[in-house]
């Protein structure tokens, strides 16, 4: 019935969404998306972009980031590919700038503060957040509520928080990104934080072991991130809650660009506008019952969205591009205070 509901809202959205589309009909009738996206999200993309575009067919070639630079790359003379989504990210810098053309969606300007395009060809488009995955049974037996950073460092969780390796994990140095974003990238007072915390936590190799491990009851919090997490409510769990420090939290921003010299330049510059539109956010939310968090400021979160609202949560400004720049001296501190601590 919830599907059903998601569906019919987003149906209804065609109508709004109609002033998205282009004065004339010249956008041909392919695109071809390579795309690192789940099978659940293509189809919510190419069902409601198709509401509005229902002559464009969305020819999709799924693989890894790695996989469709690389065929990008070796496909510059002769282009296949028209547009990406998934897996481009606001801390790859400059890195892809060869293989894209220098445009972003008109509905840039309409992004989370600190979240519009980083390098003037990614559109971004949908968030990967920081989150604490809490074990509430193990939680509510210490009699705590842990909401904040600061309510990490109690006692009682000694050897019961759970992180990934920062250094071969995204989802942990993620949570690191976080952290310097709270406290100050690399400042006196983030590293007394760390090293407060890493007395308590306990540092593994595994980036999906986090929530994981908080499920199975191993530790009582994980520092890991909410597109993960939330899958164990969606699958059923009682036991874990999603939760976010109150200090604030950001997230790494993916995106959408299109392929330079692209055969089917048109309709990829819809599909991009679409999916960064307020409109197209909100037919995306409603048929995924709010699974994938966006990044237009004004798309509409369905009641029943499974991840909290943006707008009820504090988020904390992130540096990207010191992040970028210090990361490796970054790493080596903490690998350093991993050591003196933890041995």
Request: charged residues 20%.
């Amino acid at each position: 019935m919830k599907k059903i509901l998601a569906l019919i809202l987003a149906f209804v959205m065609v109508f709004a969404l109609a002033g998205l589309a282009y004065a004339d009909d010249d956008l041909g009738d392919t695109v071809v998306l390579y795309s690192s996206m789940t099978e659940f999200d293509l189809e919510a993309l190419i069902t409601c972009f198709n509401e509005v575009y229902p002559d464009i067919e969305v020819e999709v070639v799924s693989g890894s980031v790695g996989e469709y630079t690389s065929r990008i790359a070796a496909e510059a003379d002769n282009p296949q590919g028209d547009v990406t989504w998934g897996g481009l990210c606001d801390s790859d810098g400059y890195t892809h700038e060869a293989l894209f053309e220098k445009w972003v969606s008109i509905h840039n300007d309409e992004a989370m503060e600190g979240y519009s395009t980083p390098n003037g060809f990614y559109s971004m488009d949908h968030l990967s957040t920081v989150c604490f995955c809490v074990n509430t049974e193990l939680e509510e037996e210490l009699g705590l509520d842990i909401r904040s950073y600061e309510d990490l460092l109690n006692p009682a969780l000694k050897g019961k928080i759970v992180i990934s390796d920062p250094n071969s994990s995204s989802a942990a140095w993620n949570n690191l990104c976080n952290i310097f974003s709270v406290y100050g990238v690399g400042t006196d007072e983030a590293w007394d934080y760390l090293a407060k915390l890493l007395e308590n936590m306990v540092v593994v190799e595994k980036s999906s072991v986090c929530f994981n491990s908080v499920y199975d009851g191993e530790y009582v919090v994980g520092l890991t991130y909410e597109d993960g997490a939330i899958k164990l409510n969606q699958n059923g769990s009682t036991t874990t809650e999603v939760r976010y420090p109150s200090e604030g939290t950001s997230a790494a921003a993916y995106g959408m660009a299109i392929v330079k010299n692209c055969p089917h330049r048109a309709a990829a510059e819809a599909l991009v506008n679409f999916v960064c539109s307020a409109e197209g956010q909100t037919a995306i939310a409603a048929y995924e019952e709010g699974t994938l968090r966006l990044t237009n400021a004004n798309y509409t979160v369905p009641e029943n969205a499974w991840l909290e609202d943006s707008k009820d949560m504090t988020w904390v400004p992130r540096p990207v591009n010191e992040l970028i720049e210090r990361k490796a001296e970054l790493l080596e501190h903490w690998n350093e205070l991993v050591g003196q601590i933890q041995g």
